[in-house]
Structure formats: structure tokens, C-alpha cells
T-cell receptor, first 112, second 119 residues
């Protein structure tokens, strides 16, 4: 029972273009969403988050959009850079819990 | 600020052996988590501590896994006996606060993990 779904295992984007990573969730109790970036042999690194009371949060090249009615969020990276190549995990929490529920990740590849 | 420290980085054991992992969270972080990440999956929460008390261990296979955080700082996760399906990366994370408030200041930080291979 996957409560957080990332349906694209991989995504290839040209350098300088926009990368859009998608995430869907099923649990209505989730009220806080996070994106993590992971390089091989390292732990996940926090990238950006959004509370369910907002529909957009921006931090430099990274923007997260939340559509609560559709239970969908997306991460936009503009412009994409070679160092952005990594696995991106969508995570969610809520209902009084602090543990994170993760999706399976999307491997983003930025091509020169 | 020092990050979350974990050791060892890698461990290979035979099935039915026991193994232990160690985690030292960021100083001042009261909440500590252990996650299991199987290849091709996202991390899955095993157990959450608030200081030295267990908050959530609903997904911990208690017949073989145990964890403790005796002084509210360092933590150890043990598997005894190990099975082939326990092969995974075990991640420790810590956060400054828990609860539904102060989410923006979570400070939720992961260590680099311990890669366990059971053969």
C-alpha cells in the first residue's frame, strides 16, 4: 500500500531546461511534504518543503507546488544544472506523526 | 554544525548472524529515527525516539530487530538473527522538534547510512 507514489523511476532533461518531478499521495492526513535529494553512498539531503496550508513554496531554482484536491505535488528545477543529477525522493508526514513516508524516488539525469 | 554520524559504513554478515549499527545525532536534536532503505525503494521508518523514549515502532520487526537510546543521545539498532531480506541501507536521522508545530524548522537531517549485506 504505497501512500506516496513517484511514478517516474527516471527522468532525463537537458541542461538549462526545466525539470519537473511529480509525486502523488493517498493519505488525507498528510499535511507536510518534503523533497530530498540523494547522491550515491550518501544520505538523503533536504531540499525544500511545503505545508498543506500553502500551494507554492520557492527557494532559488527550486519550487514545489501542492494541489491538495488532486493530492499531487511537483518539484520544479529551473534552470537544471549537471549537479542536479541525483535521485529525488518525495516524502510526507502528518496526523500527529513525525516519521516520513517516502516515495520510491525519481532518478533525474541532466544531460549537457 | 556536525551532521548525523553513523557507523560502520558497510557490513557484510552471513544469515542468522547478529549485527549492530550505531548513530550519533546532531547535538541538541531530541528526536531520532531509524529508517530502512531497500534497493529501489524509498526509506521506510523503523522506529522513532523522543529523547530516550520510543514514540513509534509500529513498523519495526520486533522478533528480530531492537533499538535503544539509553541516554537520549546515541542510539544502536540491532538485528538478531539476520535474514537475507534485511540487506539494505540503514539510515539514521534526527530532528530538532517533534509534533505538528515548528515544521518549518524541523532540521530533519539524515546520516550517510550503513549498507548491510546479508549473504
Amino acid at each position: 500500500d504505497q501512500q506516496v507514489k513517484q511514478n517516474s523511476p527516471s527522468l532525463s532533461v537537458q541542461e538549462g531546461r526545466i525539470s519537473i518531478l511529480n509525486c502523488d499521495y493517498t493519505n488525507s492526513m498528510f499535511d507536510y511534504f518534503l523533497w530530498y535529494k540523494k547522491y550515491p553512498a550518501e544520505g538523503p539531503t533536504f531540499l525544500i518543503s511545503i505545508s498543506s496550508i500553502k500551494d507554492k513554496n520557492e527557494d532559488g531554482r527550486f519550487t514545489v507546488f501542492l494541489n491538495k484536491s488532486a493530492k499531487h505535488l511537483s518539484l520544479h528545477i529551473v534552470p537544471s544544472q549537471p549537479g542536479d543529477s541525483a535521485v529525488y525522493f518525495c516524502a510526507a508526514t502528518g496526523g500527529g506523526a513525525d516519521g516520513l513516508t517516502f516515495g520510491k524516488g525519481t532518478h533525474l539525469i541532466i544531460q549537457p | 554544525e556536525a551532521g548525523v554520524a553513523q557507523s560502520p559504513r558497510y557490513k557484510i554478515i552471513e544469515k542468522r548472524q547478529s549485527v549492530a549499527f550505531w548513530c550519533n545525532p546532531i547535538s541538541g536534536h531530541a528526536t531520532l529515527y531509524w529508517y530502512q532503505q531497500i534497493l529501489g525503494q524509498g526509506p521506510k521508518l523503523l522506529i522513532q525516539f523522543q529523547n530516550n523514549g520510543v514514540v513509534d515502532d509500529s513498523q519495526l520487526p520486533k522478533d528480530r530487530f531492537s533499538a535503544e537510546r539509553l541516554k537520549g543521545v546515541d542510539s544502536t539498532l540491532k538485528i538478531q538473527p539476520a535474514k537475507l531480506e534485511d540487506s539494505a541501507v540503514y539510515l539514521c536521522a534526527s530532528s530538532l522538534v517533534s509534533g505538528v508545530s515548528n515544521r518549518e524548522d524541523y532540521g530533519y537531517t539524515f546520516g550517510s547510512g550503513t549498507r548491510l549485506t546479508v549473504v
